[in-house]
């Protein structure tokens, strides 16, 4: 995919559990990992449309491909991506982490690491 067509990705976040397992505090905006099959290359542009938890409307997130997690890859991990979050929607970053405040579980398994 060329970096001048911006991807457009959807991905469902009904439960604390599925949004931890997703989300990449490490990032310096804030991510999250899309289970997908499609080949992309890091750096690549995508549109994500985000359904979060109890929020009513879809949110609408940009960013870029800044992790890569094969198909097959070692410890049965799932295909797909890691998208770090634009500029302008690094404001997801804490409303992600108020879904998560009080989670017990730095221990849980995520996506990435």
């Known amino acids: 995919m060329s970096n001048d067509q911006q991807e457009v990705l959807s991905l469902t976040l009904a ?8 989300y990449m505090p ?3 905006r804030g991510g999250l990992f899309v289970t997908t099959q499609k080949p992309y290359r890091l750096g690549d542009e995508v549109l994500l449309m985000l359904s979060l938890m109890d929020e009513r409307e879809e949110l609408s997130i940009s960013g870029r491909v800044v992790w890569l997690t094969p198909l097959g890859a070692q410890g049965n ?13 690094a404001g ?11 989670l017990p579980g730095s221990d849980r398994v995520t996506h990435t690491l």
């Open 92 to 102: 997801t970053n804490e409303k992600i982490e108020n879904y998560l405040a009080g």
């Open 26 to 28: 490490f990032l310096a």
């Open 15 to 22: 439960d604390q559990a599925a949004l931890h397992r997703a």
């Open 77 to 89: 991990r799932e295909g797909g991506i890691g998208i770090e979050f634009s500029d302008q929607n």
